[in-house]
C-alpha cells in the first residue's frame, strides 16, 4: 500500500478534514505506542499502519 492509498482510506474513514487530526494523536498499541503520523514518519509499512487504524477503529472486514 503506498502513502496515497492509506490517506485515501483514512479520509473515507473518518473525513479529510479529521483524519490528519486523528493521525496525529492517536497513540495505537500495534504500532509499538507510536501515533499513526509518527509511526509513518518512522517508515512503517502504511498497510501495517492500516491494519492498526482498521482494528481501532473497527471498520467492516471489506475495509481491510
Do not use: I, N
Request: aromatic residues 10%; hydrophobic residues 40%; without cysteine.
Amino acid at each position: 500500500m503506498r502513502h496515497t492509498e492509506f490517506w485515501d482510506r483514512m479520509d473515507a474513514a473518518l473525513g479529510s478534514s479529521y483524519s490528519r487530526v486523528w493521525a496525529s494523536q492517536q497513540v495505537l498499541p500495534g504500532l509499538e505506542g507510536r501515533t499513526v503520523s509518527q509511526a509513518l514518519d518512522a517508515g512503517v509499512d502504511p498497510k501495517r499502519v492500516w491494519r492498526a487504524v482498521w482494528d481501532r477503529l473497527e471498520l467492516p472486514d471489506r475495509e481491510r
